[in-house]
């Protein structure tokens, strides 16, 4: 959705910035929303470049310093991640408090249209966002004044469209440009003779169309070997163990152990002895049906922070509650007579709820509880990788609290559906590979 990505985008940081032609009969210094200039706009081009590690792999080209590259070539995919997915975060405390929960208002509803699948609820959920936005939009910013009348450009009233093109065409992850620019480009890699490259271009899309209607006919002409490199372990529903995986075995912590326990009670799972001391083979990274791979602290914190893409933190099925948490590693064990594929995570605290609620469910702030929050859950569990972000200090002091850097703001990657409409995986190979590992690939986990 380019609307919300670049002209949207493009409005607001002009009007926040205070780089928006004024008319001659306004005035500039009664723009009070125009607070990004000077050393808060420095400020803030730190804030968007420091959440960088913090952003994993899957979420693709992170956003650049809005200070020194927001006129020379800023991506599309910059904008949404800057505006949509970082912007509830870290314009709290820097936008005035009435531009900021109008803000959000938008963000919402985008977050929401950038589903693949929408609820009935949801949507009139989005549509009321949306319309209240425009509405207060005139309010706030317009005003209803002649000499600001060019700052009502047809994306802001496109908006009020949206929710209702859902009902007559569905969800615009089905239609938006992303899918289309994909398609595009692959066939265009397919391409090697460069005569006639619209001919050829038309002859590769045919034979994909042949190609796909052979499969959907045919199921066994799909079928292909494993996708998963060596040494990995395939689990049930698109998921896989992948290296690096211990070499000898790792003996579980107190703690650790305790969460082991408490997995074991709550599946009516038997411990034998008591003086139950569990060891296993930790495994380094897990591929998800999302096409990300999630991976563990026990890889990650052996490298430096400025030379990572953090992706150990996750969003699972906790006690049938959804919860974010910091994956320490992954593991096998028998349970009874079969082998489980587990994870040791370490669980946020609930969200800052007055926060959350006048955010619109924009801003999710936790705090780390680190050994404190430990438990086990199955790896199927796990739905997808997001970025869990420390708290700008402007935020936290904004909200009557001292600055604390154990809490953080939750973002998932917007559009992750839509990226797995058109085939994206995150590089198997990346990150973690076959260290501390036994290099014949036998997978004697299901053994042990």
């Not at 670049?6 to 205070?18: A, H, M, Q, V």
């Not at 992850?173 to 992303?178: D, P, S």
Request: aromatic share 10%; net charge neutral.
């Amino acid at each position: 959705m380019h609307l919300a990505s670049l002209n949207i985008t493009d409005l607001f940081l002009s009007l926040w910035r205070g780089s928006l032609e004024c008319d001659k009969a306004d005035d500039k210094t009664l723009w009070d929303w125009a607070v990004l200039q000077g050393d808060v706009w420095q400020t803030h081009g730190d804030v968007v470049t420091q959440a960088t590690p913090y952003l994993p792999g899957s979420f693709d080209r992170p956003p650049r310093n809005p200070c020194e590259k927001i006129s020379s070539g800023y991506k599309a995919w910059e904008f949404l991640l800057y505006f949509y997915a970082l912007g509830p975060a870290i314009f709290r405390g820097v936008l005035p408090d009435k531009y900021w929960r109008h803000y959000c208002k938008l963000v919402a509803g985008i977050r929401i249209l950038h589903q693949r699948s929408i609820t009935r609820a949801q949507l009139v959920s989005a549509h009321t966002y949306l319309t209240e936005f425009i509405q207060e939009f005139e309010e706030l910013y317009y005003q209803r004044l002649v000499s600001r009348l060019h700052f009502c450009r047809q994306s802001i009233h496109l908006l009020w469209h949206l929710g209702q093109e859902v009902v007559r065409v569905g969800p615009p992850a089905y239609y938006t440009q992303w899918t289309m620019e994909r398609t595009i480009g692959n066939l265009g890699e397919e391409i090697k003779q460069p005569s006639k490259p619209y001919a050829n271009l038309s002859e590769r899309a045919v034979r994909r169309a042949q190609t796909g209607a052979l499969k959907a006919a045919v199921p066994s002409f799909a079928s292909v070997t494993s996708r998963w490199p060596r040494g990995s372990l395939e689990l049930d529903q698109g998921y896989a163990l992948l290296r690096a995986r211990d070499r000898s075995q790792y003996m579980l912590a107190a703690r650790e152990a305790d969460a082991l326990l408490k997995y074991y009670q709550d599946h009516n799972e038997p411990i034998l002895t008591s003086t139950w001391s569990p060891n296993t083979h930790r495994w380094a990274r897990v591929a998800l049906p999302t096409g990300q791979i999630a991976r563990s602290a026990w890889k990650e914190n052996l490298k430096p922070l400025e030379k990572l893409r953090t992706s150990r933190n996750v969003k699972a099925r906790v006690g049938g509650r959804l919860e974010f948490g910091e994956v320490r590693y992954f593991f096998v064990t028998r349970f009874g007579a079969q082998p489980r594929a587990l994870a040791m995570i370490s669980q946020y605290a609930a969200p800052d709820g007055a926060l959350l609620a006048s955010s619109l469910g924009t801003v999710y702030s936790c705090e780390y509880r680190g050994d404190e929050a430990l438990v086990v859950i199955d790896v199927q569990d796990i739905l997808l990788v997001v970025a869990v972000i420390p708290e700008p200090a402007t935020a936290q002091v904004h909200s009557g609290r001292p600055y604390s850097q154990s809490r953080f703001f939750v973002a998932e990657k917007l559009g992750l559906e839509v990226a797995d409409l058109s085939g994206i995986v995150e590089n198997l190979q990346d990150g973690d590979t076959q260290d501390n590992d036994d290099q014949d690939g036998e997978l004697d986990a299901l053994n042990e």
